[in-house]
């Protein structure tokens, strides 16, 4: 239920979900019950139910959130129990079959925008605790957002059954044995409910994650999910449990990193109300996923940059008429010096970051750097730093970027104007969307032929038996 990633490239772990009867779970007392209730609050807020389900300003749960995708915007439905608007007629059964399923209760599918395939994980206990708290914990709001409306042939719900038998695991997360129950917690929340592989896990050519390159980054245009496996220098190989405690609870840990853009929704709606044995469960369960390595990072990502100052150089120097043509340094003294101080250092308290070892100047994957330079970075409850869209050229963000590279990250990495359009267009106007989407309908034909061939399959068998 979270919007983990803005881009269906990343999210859409295709489009539609596999018909039939749902895991039949006992059906919980839950009238009155308030340990209940708070423990279905407790897993809705691991799995970060609010980020899709709410609008800016808007009612809680009540959905309208237009999450863009390459083939156009999915709309989120109101999950408050409204019996006329929302999932107030629910039974458990048809709650249960939608979230690990995405079947609704008319028997069509959802669109797994809505993360179904890591919600398959929970258990039993877990889903009738969160219909506990969805049918009483919840208020209803009588709204209904508009129906999601996409092209030919996306908007066919049964056509993508098929993806389903081959992607979509069917069963409860089962403990390793080989582990113990600290790492099997962590594995459980990573994979299930907080379902980081959404965004972190790369996709294969039918956009299902790649079980076998689990949390190796992935694009979820216009951002990126970095590598989080145990790997040294492309991955989280060199933070301790405890920085990658801080990370989620705080969003930001020193020396490393901070949270930008989904991740940083991420800490704000979901990640920091977790327990610190959840959040140190899940740390150590990244830590223990297999490494993968880019051969870019020749050390680790958070390992570059030392203090540079060329600021004395341009004093006194006139700006150019077309400010297009400002160097890096004139840029960075007008617009970041101020917080980041001279040579990059940050503030002296912490509050504003470093650009010396830090991720975000380190990876040789740039669109994070532009984005929040584009966009700023606004978290809960008074981080903010201003984004630049309407101020800075695509030149003048491509001219900064290069120069903090150069003299606080890793010079290897390159940022370009065409790129810098590219994302400051966003997904519906980008050109991957053109790509994506014809990509995606191939695939999708493909999959409504096999299904039909099935069909026909089915009924001949059935004529000759």
Known sequence: MSRAMPSLCARFAVTIALSGAATVVASPAFAGDADLIAQGKYIATASDCVAC???????????????????????????TPSKENGIGNYTLKQFDAALRKGVRADDKHLYPAMPYTSYALLSDEDVGALYAYFMKGVAPVETRPPETKLPFPF?????????????????????????????????????GPAHCGTCHTPRNLFMAEKTSSEMAGAGIFPWHAPNITSDSNSGVGGWSVEELVAYMRDGHATGKSQAAGPMAEAVDNSLRFLTPEDLKAIAVYVKSIPAVHDAADTKPVFAWGS?????????????????????????????????HQAEGQGSFDGGLPS???????????????????????????????????????DIQIATLSSYLIQHFGN???????????????????????????????????????????????????????
């Open 307 to 339: 203090p540079s100052n060329e600021l004395a150089s341009i004093r006194g120097v006139a700006l150019p008429l077309d400010r297009d043509q400002m160097s890096g340094p004139q840029i960075y003294d007008a617009y970041c010096a101020t917080c």
């Open 155 to 191: 908007n066919i719900r049964l056509s993508m059954a098929a993806w389903n038998l081959l992607f979509l695991d069917n069963g409860s997360y089962k403990p390793d044995p080989a582990q113990d129950t600290e790492w099997n917690r962590g594995a459980y929340l990573a994979r």
């Open 355 to 393: 650009l010396l070892h830090n991720t975000a100047l380190g990876r040789a994957n740039t669109d994070n750097l532009v984005m929040v330079m584009l966009e700023g970075l606004h978290r809960q409850p008074d981080v903010l730093m201003p984004g630049f869209a309407k101020e800075l050229s």
């Open 411 to 465: 010079p290897a990495a390159k940022v370009t104007v065409g790129q810098v359009a590219e994302l400051r267009a966003g997904p519906a106007k980008s050109v991957l969307v053109a790509v994506a989407r014809a990509g995606l309908a191939v695939g999708a034909l493909a999959v409504i032929g096999f299904v039909a061939w099935l069909l026909r399959r089915r009924k001949t068998v059935a004529r000759t038996a």
């Open 53 to 79: 389900h709410t609008t800016a300003g808007g009612e809680t749960m009540a959905g309208g959130l237009a999450i863009e995708t390459p083939i156009g915007s999915i709309m989120s439905t109101n999950i």
